[in-house]
């Protein structure tokens, strides 16, 4: 379920980002150019040794369900660089996914 009709600001990226982390994932959904995919940004559970604090990964979204294999995109130390990953493909929030 999208949470947020509008385009998201980088800026509103981070705060969910913050906000969550390190307790909750934030999902957003991709635009139908990329698939319709869900994109997730979890903490990783490795950060304090290879120094990626933030995981993002993908996986298919079909009518509110997860499908297929999850895939990884990006792992990085700050969440800008999540927040642009995600900005430059116009994604939105989404509110409840089923598994």
Do not use: C
Not at 56 to 73: D, F, H
């Amino acid at each position: 379920m999208v949470h947020n009709a509008k385009r998201l600001t980088q800026r509103k990226i981070i705060d969910h980002i913050e906000v969550r982390f390190p307790d909750e994932s934030v999902n957003y959904g991709l635009p139908e150019a990329f698939g319709r995919q869900l994109a997730m940004v979890e903490y990783s559970t490795r950060s304090p040794w290879d120094g990626s604090k933030y995981v993002l990964s993908t996986q298919i979204l079909e009518n509110g369900k997860l499908v297929g294999e999850r895939e990884k995109a990006l792992e990085s130390a700050e969440e800008e660089s999540i927040a642009t990953w995600l900005y430059k493909r116009g994604v939105k929030l989404l509110s409840s996914i089923e598994n």
